[in-house]
Each structure stands twice: as C-alpha cells, then as structure tokens.
C-alpha cells in the first residue's frame, strides 16, 4: 500500500471516528414541570418549565404527552413537542403550549380524560430522541371539554309577538340566568367548574356593570336612561374555568328602544334601595301585584295564608268583583266565613288548584305564610296551567315561560333543574319537598345557607315579588 493511499484511509478512519464521537455525546440537562392547571379544554394546556444543569452544546428540551391508562402505555414520539432548542450552559425556564390537535394520539381528547405529561433534554428531536421511561410522569391534567349548559330568562310580558319580547315593560328590570357546568349522568367525570358569564351590552347609552362576583347564576338589572334610542341588544356567553364557552344567549336582538321603556316603572314610598324593588316595582307595572291604601308596599312584611290568596288572585287577573260568593266545591273551609274579607281571594285560589287547605277542613287563614307554601304554590300553578291553561293566561301563554318548565322533573337533564343542594331542614315526604327542589333547581327560589332552605320560616311580600318574577320570566 502507498503512503498516499494509507494516509486517505488513515484520514477516513479519522473523520468516522470523529462523527461518531458526535453523536454519540451524551446530553446533560434536567427538565421539569414547574406548573400545569389541573384542567384545560382539550384544544390546548399551557404548562410551565424549567431546565437547569445544561452541558455545553445543542440541546432540545421536549414534551412528552400520553393518555392515561391503567396499564401505562410507552410514550409516542408522534406526541412529543419541541419546547426549546438551547445553545450553551445557560439555565432556561418559561411557558410552553401543548397543542393537542397536532399530536397523533390526542387529538380527540374527550371530557373527562386525563392526559399524563413528562420531559427530556436530548440533542435529537423528537422523532429520533430517546424515548422517555415508562413510568415517568412529571405532571396532569384533566380535559374538559365542554362548556356550561345554561338557561336565561327575560322580564315577564304578555306580548305574544316574538319580535317584541325583547322589549321591558318600564325602564328597570333584571335579565338572569342560570348554568351548570357539571355532568349530568355522573359527578364522577371531571368538570372544571363554571367560571364567568362575560356578558355583553351594546346601545347608545353607557352599559351597566356586571353584577357582583363571578357567580353560577346571574343577576344582571338594567335601568334604560332616557336618552337610550335605537337598536340595542344584550347577550351572554358563559364561560367556565378550562375555557370553554357556550352560547352567546341573546337576551335581546337588536330592537328598537320603545317609549314604555322610558318610562319609570310604577313604585312604592317604602322601597327605594330594597333587595327586592326590581321584582316589586317591575310586577307592579304590570299589575301582578300592589300595595298598601297609604302608598307602601311593606316587601319586609310577612303575610298570611289569606293575603297570600289575594296576592296570588291578583296577579292571575281576578279582582274583588269577579271572586265566588259562597265556597266551591271542595273548598268549603270551617274556618273562612262568607264576611271574612278574603273568603272569595280563598275560595278562589283553592278552587284553581293554587291554593290547598292544612287539613282537617281547615284554610289556616291568618297564620303567616311560609317558604315552602309559596314554592308549593307555584308549582300548583305550573301543574295546575296544563290542566286550565287560562290560568295566568297573559304571561304563562308567553312562549317560553319558564312555568312550563317548572313542573317537569325530567326536563331537561333527568333532573329538578340546573342545580340541586342538600338541605338539611327538607324532610324526605314533606309536601314541600319537591317544589323546593323544583324552585331551587331552576332558579326560581334561593336558599337560606348553603344547606338550609327554611321552608317553614315565613315569607316576606318583597320574596314572594321575586320568586313570582323569575316564575314567570321567559325561559331561553
């Protein structure tokens, strides 16, 4: 062999040799997951890194995502990302989105699934670096990937056109909603809670603040100021904590400020800044409800069983020259005498089916009202409409009103409504029961505490006005 030739292979060898020294050095790094949330919505999640202890050189920080398994499945390079590519000793830190849609095996991540994270420092990429251990899971995160199921209601009305349902009948009045974001075949599957209502005014005039804190059900009151003119519409779309948002649920679509809406709604002397005044004054303007001879309307006053007739009477469109002079049939209390003031308000609602005796022949007429009797009053109302459908027939004749729905334990998700609670204070069986299920579930009656619902502490005028007032809201 020549010395020329030899030295080419001698050079070869040398430059082989070289080349795999290359490739072969091994890559020096530490990387981990600093924070991750504990949902995202199945599109993406944003995860925080750290990387320190850097050799010299090219390194690649890459992420690693599977989906849980009960038997844990090897890591596929087709679900790796690239973080960060880094040149030098430097430490490196900062926030990385992992797709979902462009990986292989998690691109139809469901609610529910539960997707495991780890990270490597190769000098490869993805596609030829070392596949991480097993059982290497640095962090984890649930996917939900559905919004909150919600429904709105708009102010009362006995408008029968659709167009005009959008219209208020004064100038003040509350839009609400209500939406749950949890599953409603099993608590089990995760669900990240709701999170905002971002809801959305347009018009001529300043729109009004949001309503206190983030909240599941929304109270959102407007006052129109009189300078409000032209088209104007409100809408919301709820959002819960993985991002995910429903709707947008129009509340009102572009109509016309009419001049009714201008106008004050009607009022009482003694219910400026109430709790209650938007249901009083509202309902009042439209004649659901009145007041006292002296100008009051006492929202802070209880009633008896006897006023709660004459209230109830009113509001379904009866006065005092329309009500029986002597009971009906089944109504016949030994305790409500043909002079008693309010015997026809008494006879009235129990022949409608509103209003029940307490047993023994008796109305029970001056005892005070209850909680539980007024939700149990409301849900005779909404049974009793499919029966007598003239009942309240200028407001539950609306489309929509939410008393249609009321009844319906089945509608629309196999239970009472969008909510449920645990009252300690409502005895399986009690004739209350269910209507307080009923009227919590759908918004309609709030409870006392987180556990209790005081169905026996009696009502007050101005909580009677509200639940009234989202029993009868139309229901989107």
């Avoid at 038997?71 to 490196?92: E, F, H, K, R, W």
């Avoid at 997707?115 to 490597?120: K, Q």
């Avoid at 006492?298 to 006023?307: H, V």
């Amino acid at each position: 062999m020549s010395k020329k030739i030899f030295t080419v292979l001698l050079l070869a060898v040398f430059m082989l040799a070289q080349f795999s020294i290359a490739s072969a050095v091994a890559v020096t790094g530490d990387a981990s997951i600093t924070a991750i949330p504990d949902f995202s919505s199945g599109t993406d999640v944003d995860l925080d890194w750290a990387a320190t202890g850097m050799a010299a050189g090219t390194k690649n920080i890459l992420v690693w995502g599977r989906e849980y398994a009960a038997v844990p499945v090897a890591y596929d390079p087709a679900d790796c990302q690239l973080i960060a590519t880094i040149i030098g000793t430097s430490d490196a830190s900062g926030t990385f989105t992992y797709d979902f849609t462009t990986t292989a095996n998690l691109n139809a991540l469901a609610t529910g699934d539960q997707v495991e994270f780890t990270l490597s420092v190769d000098d490869q990429t993805c596609a030829t670096a070392d596949v991480p251990a097993i059982d290497s899971v640095m962090g984890v995160n649930y996917v939900d990937a559905t919004g909150p199921v919600f429904f709105y209601g708009n102010p009362p009305s006995t408008a029968l056109v659709a167009a005009s349902l959008d219209t208020a009948a004064c100038n003040t009045f509350e839009y609400w909603a209500l939406a749950r974001d949890a599953s409603f075949v099993s608590l089990d599957i995760a669900y990240s809670g709701f999170g905002s209502w971002n809801p959305q005014v347009t018009g001529t005039f300043a729109p009004p603040a949001p309503m206190g804190p983030t909240s599941s059900l929304l109270s959102w009151t407007f006052a129109f100021p009189a300078t409000a003119t032209g088209p104007w519409t409100a809408s919301i779309s709820p959002e819960d904590m993985a991002g995910n948002v429903s709707g947008p649920g129009v509340l009102r679509n572009a109509v016309n400020v009419v001049p009714a809406e201008l106008e004050d709604c009607a009022t009482f002397s003694d219910i400026a800044g109430h709790e209650d005044e938007v249901y009083v004054r509202y309902l009042a303007t439209l004649g659901l409800i009145s007041g006292f001879a002296d100008g009051t309307f006492g929202a802070d006053n209880t009633l008896t069983r006897a006023e709660a007739s004459a209230l109830i009477e009113i509001s379904n469109g009866y006065d005092d020259t329309m009500l029986p002079t002597s009971a009906p049939a089944g109504c016949d209390f030994t305790d409500v005498a043909a002079s008693d003031w309010f015997s026809g308000w008494v006879w009235q609602a129990c022949d409608d089916g509103l209003m029940n005796g307490v047993g023994g022949g008796l109305f029970d007429p001056n005892n005070l009202l209850t909680r539980g009797q007024v939700v149990t009053i409301l849900n005779n109302v909404a049974t009793s409409y499919f029966v007598n459908p003239a009942l309240f027939g200028g407001f539950i004749d609306t489309p929509n009103v939410l008393l249609l729905q009321f009844p319906t334990p089945a509608y629309p998700y196999g239970g009472y409504g969008f909510r449920t609670a645990a009252w300690t204070d409502v005895s399986v069986g009690a004739f209350y029961a269910t209507p307080v299920q009923k009227a919590y579930g759908w918004g309609i009656a709030e409870g006392t505490s987180d556990t209790t619902f005081s169905p026996d502490q009696a009502a007050t005028r101005g909580e009677f006005a509200k639940m009234l007032y989202r029993a009868l809201s139309r229901e989107f």
